[in-house]
């Protein structure tokens, strides 16, 4: 049954209440108030009712306690036994969580297992993530603390790798017939077939797949396939049991992504280069997929939007695919979300840019800003198309380059078409960089309005406004690498989609908590200065305060005489 946590008054007994006072202003001076104002008391725990029953029964843990806690787990980096620990035992976990009062600690490790699990099964079963709404929920309250207005966005990808190994092929179709011979084993050991049993012995993978030397690579994998061919005929009419467990599952989808029927009929390895990046790469993490990208990558992709402002930044989207997925549609994801929004600029790479979501955004009043264009260039000895005016209400070729009236122009599928008289453009200066094409009957130009725009948004990207503001997306690039070193990222001790986005959820907020600190740190020091400055110029008269842009400061005395104006 889901109860809220109501905030509870510091009672008498209360361990803070009794705590000497130098300790307790030690501990309100620790991360932990910031903690319990920005992010715990930020929770909206009723977005969680749907995990419990609505039948009268045992209440549960507090949400807000369950959500915070798991923050705090990735902001240091602790297992979950050391995080109850932490718990039970650290005052200023209890006092970001408000459980100062409480006679016992409400969380134990089989709490943190069963929130996870009922957080994973509701968005199977509904596709609403719970844990990306409430932590971009969160970071919505400190843009608006840190006077983020929404209105600059960047964004970066980066890959998250999977924590399984990445198997050969031999070994993937090995790993999978092992996995179906030992379910079959448990259920039903009858059904294994005889040649098939000796997959259950002990050093078989190691005399299978390294040390057998009667069979090439080819040979030893068709052989394997044929096993698997052996499984999933042996098992096909069997009960539910066998036939809706996950190990069928995999044998079935192994033989649909890895082979194919010869002239035969005969069932036989696909060639490599037949094979896709989203095949399975291995049984123990059957969502990761495969892409090619540096040194190849098998997992995930993680797409970060931060909001920023001249002095700081949060992440306040994002979102975690398998990593075939693209930037650009990362892109149009974001454009989904952010809807109607006028007046925001989105800085991107090349990758996330395309003629289609810029005419998409602009309809939004968003501004697409990407700091380069995936593609081959325009030749420089030819004159782009954005050399030609057009008319912006009929979007027709009202002139060339060298200002010269086309006979003829029309607009038509996109595409802007204009024809010029042979001695419009044989006497032209332009003639040789021109892009016109020679006719019968003089010459004509024709291009789309896609390349046209193209043009026109590379010229722009040449000026130094556009240049400056492109410039402020390389700090999203630096957050991938916190991410990895600091939340490790490509660490994470779970496997499969959705349990890897929960993680990777939870260390956002870790992320986001930790640059809400940083600004009031800074915000903090300023307040210091100017404390400073008054005292001092009250006292002496003949210091003042020398603020850079970075927000440090020094002292620097001056003469009396300059305090005076002598």
Sequence with gaps: MFRKNSMQQLNLDDKI?????YLRRNLEK?????FHKYVFSKINEDRFEVLYSDIVSRPNVPVNVLIALLILKENFGLSDEDLVGSLHFDM????ALGTTSYEKQPVSINTLYNFRSRVLEYEKLTGRDLIKEEIESIASTMEEEMNIDGKMLRMDSMMISSSCKKLSRIELVYTVNLKMIKLLNKVNPTIIPEELKCYLEDGHKNETIYRT????????????????VLLHKASFAQDKDITESEAFQLLTRLLEEQTKLDEEAKVIPKDGKELHSEILQNPSDPDATYRKKYSGNVGYVANIVESFNDESGIISHYDFKQNTYSDSKFCEDLLDTLGEAEGVNVLTDGAYYSYELDKKAKKQGIKLNPGQLVGKAP????????AFEIDEETNKIISCPNKEKPQMSYYSKSSHTAKFKTEQCERCPLFTQCPVKKEKKGYSVKFSHKSYETCKLREKMTTKEYIQLTNKRAGVEGIPSVIRRKYHADDMPV???LRSKMWFGFKVGAYNFNKMLRYLKKKGNLGLILLIMNILHTIYGNYRVNLNNSRKFSLIKISKAAVFGV
Excluded: C
């Excluded at 069979?215 to 052989?223: G, M, P």
């Design 213 to 228: 030397r009667d069979k090439d690579t080819v040979s030893k994998l068709e052989w394997l396939i044929g096993h698997t």
């Design 495 to 497: 496997r499969g989609l």
């Design 30 to 34: 620790s991360w932990a108030t910031p």
């Design 92 to 95: 200023r976990f209890q006092y």
């Design 17 to 21: 209440v009794n705590m000497p006072k």
């Design 379 to 386: 030749s420089e000895d030819k004159l782009p198309y954005a």
